[in-house]
């Protein structure tokens, strides 16, 4: 099966042919990186106006590199699946728009997909055997979510983030130290070279809950730079270290906790953060000494793409064929995560 999805959640306009979920025949991502990057962060309103200049544009590379002609769209593609929910609302309705078109002039099904699912899922593509059950940890720009995935479509969420999620303590550290924005792959660069004991910043474990609150570990910054403003390279290269080191432990410490707890036996990271090299480093090491498998995606997959939401639209129509409601085609900003 064939399925043209669209990812429109936040500042990335993707659209990727997936055929089968593990096999993308195309991924196209157009980052609006250089249009927020003054302003810190996504500006709403100009991430609306960019995805309806990008939208259709990204749809006609995405076929082309798929080897498929717009005319045979009805023949090639059986399938359109879209970002349902989460994210910014003018930015949802642009990918839905889209899709609904599509599958409308076609005649062809929708499946509606959360932006969770698509990270949830985003390893699949790379490790076709898989299986739940998992634990699951996204981190990202938005979210920082435990998750056991008993199966596909069953969730139980553990815990999320109480204030900022990982990849936004991350932005916002940079912002603090004078970096650019994304400020993870930033920090994460500048971090290679530094001392990660340097500095000793709180790890906010939270005992006895399975949430996470990283805006401590902020604040412990901000305090920290005002005693002591960056001096040079190797200071600076030495905060980056010793921040993401308080972040990765804290990210490990907690999943680890988690597979002990629920039994089990892997754990699959999502979302942008999984790109970050110290916690893809310190995860693959502790699964290791734990017996714990553990799948992160390369990093094309870590951050906002649409192949992982046609890998999760497969999941879902081999689960829940074709038919939803007018309100789960709906897109919905704030969409949890619901069982199937
Ligand atoms: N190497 C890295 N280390 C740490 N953080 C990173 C790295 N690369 C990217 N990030 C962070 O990942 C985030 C973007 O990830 P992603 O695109 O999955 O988030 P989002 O889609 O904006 O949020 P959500 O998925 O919650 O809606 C940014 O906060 C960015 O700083
Ligand atoms: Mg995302």
Same mark, same amino acid.
């Given at each position: 099966m ?6 429109t959640?936040?500042?990335e ?5 997936v ?7 195309s991924?196209?991502?157009s ?5 927020h ?5 996504v ?6 106006r960019?995805?309806?200049?990008n939208i259709n544009?990204v749809?006609?590379?995405?076929l082309?590199?798929?080897?498929i002609?717009f005319?045979?769209?009805?023949k090639?593609?059986d399938?359109?699946a ?7 609302a003018g930015?949802l ?5 889209a ?5 409308g002039?076609?005649s ?8 969770l ?6 390893s ?10 998992f634990l699951?940890?996204i981190?990202?720009?938005g979210?920082t979510?435990?998750?056991v995935v008993k199966?596909?479509g069953?969730?139980?969420?553990l ?9 936004e ?5 940079a912002k603090m ?15 290679e070279?530094g001392?990660?004991?340097?500095i000793?910043f709180?790890?906010?474990? $939270?005992? !006895? ?5 990283f805006s401590g570990? +902020?604040t412990? =910054?901000?305090?920290?730079? @005002?005693?002591?403003?960056?001096e040079?390279?190797k200071?600076?290269?030495?905060i980056c ?5 308080a ?7 907690k ?12 754990i699959? $990271?999502g !979302?942008?953060?999984?790109?970050n090299?110290l916690i893809? +480093?310190?995860f =693959?090491?502790?699964?290791? @000494?734990n ?6 995606p390369?990093l ?8 992982m939401?046609?890998?999760?639209a497969y999941?879902?129509?081999k689960?829940?064929g074709?038919?939803?409601?007018n309100?789960q085609?709906?897109p919905?900003p704030s ?6």
């Amino acid at each position: 099966m064939n399925i043209l999805a669209i990812e429109t959640s936040c500042d990335e306009t993707s659209v990727s042919v997936v055929l089968d979920g593990v096999e993308v025949k195309s991924v196209v991502i157009s980052s609006q990186i250089k249009i927020h990057t003054k302003f810190f962060g996504v500006v709403p309103e100009l991430a609306s106006r960019a995805h309806i200049e990008n939208i259709n544009p990204v749809i006609y590379q995405a076929l082309n590199d798929a080897g498929i002609k717009f005319v045979n769209f009805s023949k090639k593609i059986d399938a359109v699946a879209f970002t349902v929910g989460p994210g910014l609302a003018g930015a949802l309705l642009i990918g839905a728009i889209a899709a609904k078109s599509l599958a409308g002039i076609y005649s062809k099904p929708l499946i509606p997909v959360n932006h969770l699912e698509g990270h949830l899922y985003s390893s699949f593509i790379e490790n076709k055997s898989v299986k739940p059950p998992f634990l699951g940890l996204i981190i990202s720009g938005g979210h920082t979510e435990l998750i056991v995935v008993k199966d596909f479509g069953k969730y139980k969420v553990l815990g999320g983030t109480r204030d900022d999620a990982a990849g936004e303590a991350f932005d916002k550290a940079a912002k603090m130290l004078g970096l650019s924005y994304p400020g993870g792959p930033v920090i994460d660069e500048k971090a290679e070279n530094g001392n990660p004991s340097a500095i000793k910043f709180t790890r906010p474990y $939270l005992k !006895g809950s399975w949430d996470f609150s990283f805006s401590g570990i +902020k604040t412990a =910054l901000l305090n920290y730079l @005002k005693e002591n403003p960056v001096e040079n390279e190797k200071h600076l290269n030495d905060i980056c270290a010793s921040f993401r080191q308080a972040i990765a432990e804290t990210l490990c410490f907690k999943s680890f906790e988690a597979v002990r707890e629920f039994n089990l036996k892997q754990i699959i $990271l999502g !979302g942008g953060v999984s790109a970050n090299l110290l916690i893809r +480093k310190m995860f =693959l090491e502790t699964g290791r @000494k734990n017996k714990i498998k553990i799948f992160i995606p390369s990093l094309i997959y870590c951050t906002d793409n649409a192949a992982m939401i046609g890998c999760a639209a497969y999941l879902k129509q081999k689960k829940c064929g074709f038919k939803y409601s007018n309100t789960q085609l709906k897109p919905n900003p704030s969409l949890l995560l619901e069982n199937w």
